[in-house]
């Protein structure tokens, strides 16, 4: 695998592994006897063993956000209770809420692909794209034939279950350090959860409130297909092309959308070409919207950083590597080395050249203002969906009083562990990813929570279905009456609230 490689896979976050597990449509025949077999419990048991070893192998801190004592009494009670044959989806089932128990968002055990395909091309997927808002469902999108799922329509019981007993069980399966990022992840990838953790099929049965009345319904799956190309038809933006800047109605106002930080010298050409459309255009308000920004490589958003700093800073006060032996055979041999910035290359050589447990720190890269770096009033628009890369961004922003951040709490961390490596159990063949790196925020604290909006903007399900923006609207309506920036409340501040 070559570093560029490499590099595109480290950064994955939140709900972006998970999705991007059930991307092939075929799988290789060796990959669909496994889907067939039945593992005895010895093979289980192994692989249990081997999981929690490669974990606390290659993370710093598993238990960091978690009791270790608690983690440990699970696994011994699972392992115990592994005495008869069972499929490797059975034992996803099984093993899965463990490893979301550790509560870091890049550390993740993935459902296994094939089953999954094979599911959801037989057509028996959940036909509705939903809105979780305040632990409850709501309708965003019907692919079905059934008139009564319109948006907006809440539904209350899904086979039997309530709205929240259900999102309490599928947040087992979710990754986050508190309910509104699990939540969020759950929202995102909805229909493959539903069947990776609760085993629900084709007919479902569900109990809806519309107009104020209650309805029972059974929904037919459909296939995955069927959703795949209705949205496709509907997004705005190009799969490839996350990005995309337009100038707002009095000409002196800019709104840069960032939906991932991919794209290498793609995305690094655009940022180049638009900040200086923004000079040429005399922009005085910039709005960078990072609201479904799921992450991707701090390179890239280093990058951005460059141009909303009209001076030297740092996205991350330091970093904090843990050597392994699985880490160091990943980077061994690479190639494309002396083509990362110089930053990049000390790290993968302090990591090849340490020593298995160490840990290495680093102070933070700073980053240099662009000769086209923005100067005016700078706005960024944050959310549940901002996770990984794009909360630590946001983060810097905030740190470091770069501009005003609007909207709700970030489903990523400001602190957080990262740079994740792939691992591979090696009897069932399930796949996940294991943080490696601690990347601390440029104020050099843990929270223990998304990064906080300087001012709140909360999103209601009304408010999605009637594509109506209250973000954006509060932001125009602080440009428009020209409040200061330096009149910041940060919230970062206050008493942290329960999740």
């Known amino acids: 695998m070559r570093i560029s490689n490499l590099k595109r896979l480290l950064p994955l976050g939140c709900a972006l592994y998970l999705g991007t597990t059930m991307s092939s449509l075929k799988a290789p025949p060796n990959k669909l006897a496994q889907a067939e077999e039945q593992f005895q419990p010895q093979e289980l048991k192994a692989d249990l063993e081997y999981l929690f070893d490669t974990i606390e192998a290659i993370h710093p801190n598993p238990y960091a956000f978690s009791k270790k004592a608690t983690i440990v009494q699970e696994r011994t009670r699972l392992a115990s209770n592994l005495t008869h044959p069972m499929s490797r989806l059975e034992f996803y089932r099984l093993v899965a809420p463990l490893v979301s128990g550790l509560r870091d968002e890049h550390t993740v055990l993935a459902p296994p692909r094939e089953e999954y395909r094979r599911h959801a091309r037989a057509g028996l997927l959940f036909p509705v794209r939903p809105i979780i808002w305040e632990n409850r469902i709501f309708v965003r999108t019907n692919y ?18 309530s709205s929240r007993q259900l999102l309490d069980k599928l947040c087992l399966f979710a990754v986050g350090r508190n309910r509104e990022s699990q939540l969020a992840m759950v929202e995102t990838v909805f229909h493959v959860m539903l069947w990776v953790g609760q085993g629900y099929e084709s007919p479902f049965h569900i109990s809806l409130r519309r107009d104020g009345k209650i309805l029972n319904e059974s929904v037919v799956g459909i296939p995955e297909t069927i959703i795949h190309d209705k949205e496709k038809a509907a997004q705005a933006l190009d799969d490839n092309v996350p990005y995309g800047f337009r100038l707002l109605e009095d000409g002196k106002t800019g709104l840069l959308e960032v939906r991932g930080f991919g794209g290498g010298k793609g995305t690094e050409s655009f940022l180049e070409q638009t900040f200086s459309d923004i000079k040429k255009a005399g922009v005085r308000a910039l709005i960078a919207d990072l609201r479904e ?4 490589l701090v390179a890239i958003s280093d990058v951005l950083l460059s141009y909303l700093a009209t001076k030297s800073v740092v996205q991350l006060s330091r970093v904090e590597f843990k050597v392994s032996v699985q880490s160091q ?9 002396e083509n990362l910035a110089p930053f990049d290359r000390e790290t993968y050589s302090a990591q090849l050249s ?35 890369a794009a909360s630590l961004l946001a ?68 408010d999605i279905i009637a594509s109506r923006d209250p973000v954006l609207e509060r932001v125009l309506g602080m440009i428009r009456s020209g ?16 999740h």
């Open 293 to 296: 920004n799921d992450g991707g």
């Open 329 to 337: 055979r990943l980077l061994e041999g690479q190639s494309g080395i």
């Open 395 to 462: 983060a810097s922003v905030k740190d470091q009083r770069l501009g005003v951040l609007v909207g709700e709490e970030t489903g990523g961390a400001g602190t957080q562990y990262g740079d994740p490596f792939p691992f591979e159990l090696p009897r069932t063949k399930l796949t996940g990813i294991v943080a490696h790196t601690l990347l601390v925020r440029a104020s050099g604290k843990d929270l223990g929570q998304g990064v906080t909006p300087d001012y709140e903007v909360p999103v209601t399900p009304a």
């Open 483 to 498: 409040k200061r920036q330096e009149n910041l409340i940060h919230l970062d501040s206050r008493p942290k609230t329960g």
């Open 144 to 161: 079905s034939d059934d008139v009564n799922l319109s948006p907006g329509t809440e539904i209350l019981r899904i086979n039997g279950l």
């Open 354 to 388: 340490g020593q298995p447990g160490q840990v290495i720190t680093f102070k933070g890269n700073i980053i240099r203002p662009s000769h086209l770096a923005f100067g005016g009033k700078l706005y960024v628009l944050i959310g549940r969906r901002t996770c990984s």
